[in-house]
């Protein structure tokens, strides 16, 4: 069972564009929200969070939008850059047991320059 | 700070025997977390560990196991591999175990290939 969905499976974007990633959540005990990155040859690294008592979370250039009545939330990374190309993962995890997170099955995103 | 360290980083073992892998968390790290990583699946939580008891548990067989010291080191034991097994496998730390959103800080991996 898929619990975390997210699309698209990969992105091409141009150098200071937006980038959009979606995902979407079945179970509504899900209370935190956490996006990672992930460059080849390393571990994900959390990029930014976000609990469902908020709709929007902005850090620097990443911003997450949270709808918790459609169980949808989105990754916004605005003014691309090369830098940002890697594998992106959405994530879902309940405070009950917060070490197990659960896994969207991430975007690879490429931004061109 | 040094961050989690995984040995080996790459592994190579043939169907029917078992390999162990090892994680050093984050130093005063008490939590430490397994995940596969596959292509197909992605990404899978196997277990957690804190104050060296399993804390949470995935959805993988028996022939996946761990355990952790007294140190918060972690090893993770699949025996009676299969090519299936082939997969990245992430350790996590953090500060606490469940119950507490800690972020959790990955290592590298070890890349196991199953011939």
């Known amino acids: 069972q898929q619990q975390v969905k997210q699309s698209p499976q990969s992105l091409i974007v141009q150098k200071g564009g937006i980038s959009i990633i979606n995902c979407a959540y079945e179970?509504?005990?899900?209370?935190?929200f956490p996006w990672y990155q992930q460059f080849p040859g390393k571990g994900p690294a959390l990029l930014i969070a976000?609990?469902?008592?908020?709709s929007e979370k902005k850090e620097g250039r990443f911003t997450i939008s949270f709808n918790k009545s459609a169980k949808q939330f989105s990754l916004h990374i605005m003014d691309s850059q090369p830098g940002d190309s890697a594998t992106y993962f959405c994530?879902?995890?309940?405070?009950?047991?917060?070490?197990?997170?659960?896994f969207g099955s991430g975007t690879r995103l490429s931004i061109r320059p | 700070k040094a961050g989690v360290t995984q040995t080996p980083r790459y592994l190579i073992k043939t169907r029917g025997q078992q390999v162990t892998l090892s994680c050093s968390p984050i130093?005063?790290?008490?939590?430490v977390s397994w995940y596969q990583q596959t292509p197909g699946q992605g990404l899978q939580f196997l277990f957690e560990?804190?104050?060296?008891?399993?804390?949470n548990k995935g959805n993988f067989p028996g022939r996946f196991s761990g355990r952790q010291f007294s140190n918060s080191r972690s090893e993770m034991n699949v025996s009676t591999l299969e090519l299936g097994d082939s997969a990245l496998y992430l350790c996590?730390?953090?500060?606490?175990?469940?119950?507490?959103?800690?972020?959790?800080?990955f290592g590298p991996g070890t890349r196991l290939t199953v011939l």
């Open positions: 996590a730390s953090s500060l606490m175990g469940s119950s507490s959103y800690n972020e959790q800080f």
């Open positions: 179970n509504t005990a899900f209370d935190y």
């Open positions: 976000i609990r469902p008592d908020v």
């Open positions: 994530a879902a995890s309940k405070r009950s047991s917060a070490s197990k997170i659960i």
């Open positions: 130093s005063g790290h008490r939590s």
């Open positions: 560990y804190f104050s060296e008891t399993q804390r």
